[in-house]
């Protein structure tokens, strides 16, 4: 069965503070990883598709990046308004697209 | 374009009762999904649709849940009778091909049974 298991479960960080979130993934046979914010009482936000080791993909202050066994997210100085819950989802190995999704990362930027 | 809307926002039943949620899609997007997450877990699949037809139900919990998508556009789930354990947050999702194209996700209906 895959799994998906994202640390940690919750950050603290000073705005302005870099630091990185990890989403490790056991798929035998990645065909891709996906990455979204959600913040409280809403739905979650595409953010990224990875889709083979070594690939990177950036939007403002986050940069995605994925090896063959994790992905992590990196927020660069973060603002206040980054805080949300990260989410990283993968495909099943074989066909289909239905997700298994990460418990999620909580973000809390302070100013 | 307007996104994936979900109908009611909130839904407060008792138990045994039954409730219907309802998901439009994005214009277009023949692929629907549906996800929930009850509290302190992750977001799970439930089901999907392509058009009208039922292209993966390995998500579904129990023969409590029905889903339909009649004439290929907006989605019902219905919960009868509603147990507690159903409490949680349900997700619809589209897309406008399958395989890895990228999931839109509605705002979440949350159901709370008494």
């Known amino acids: 069965e895959d799994q998906v298991t994202q640390s940690p479960e919750a950050l603290r960080l000073q705005e302005g503070e870099s630091s990185s979130l990890n989403c490790s993934y056991t798929?035998?046979?990645?065909?891709?990883l996906f990455w979204y914010r959600q913040d409280p009482g809403k739905g979650p936000e595409f953010l990224f598709t990875?889709?083979?080791a070594g690939e990177e993909k950036e939007k403002e202050r986050l940069k995605a990046t994925l090896t063959k066994k994790e992905s992590f997210l990196h927020i660069t100085a973060p603002k206040p308004e980054d805080s949300a819950t990260y989410l990283c989802a993968v495909p099943p190995a074989s066909s289909g697209s239905r997700l298994t999704f990460g418990e999620g990362t909580q973000l809390t930027v302070n100013p | 374009e307007a996104g994936v809307t979900q109908f009611p926002s909130h839904s407060v039943i008792e138990k045994g009762q039954t409730v219907t949620l309802r998901c439009d899609p994005i214009s277009g997007h023949d692929n629907l999904y549906w996800y929930r997450r009850v509290m302190g877990k992750e977001i799970k699949f439930l089901l999907h649709?392509?058009?009208?037809?039922?292209?993966?139900e390995s998500g579904m919990p129990n023969n409590r849940f029905l889903a339909e998508r009649t004439g290929g556009t907006y989605s019902t789930l219905k919960v009868q009778p509603a147990e507690l354990e159903d409490s949680g947050v349900y997700f619809c999702a589209s897309s406008q091909v399958t395989s890895l194209d990228t999931q839109y996700f509605g705002p979440g209906t949350r159901l709370t049974v008494l």
């Open positions: 798929v035998s046979g990645l065909r891709g």
């Open positions: 990875l889709y083979s």
């Open positions: 649709f392509v058009k009208e037809s039922k292209q993966d």
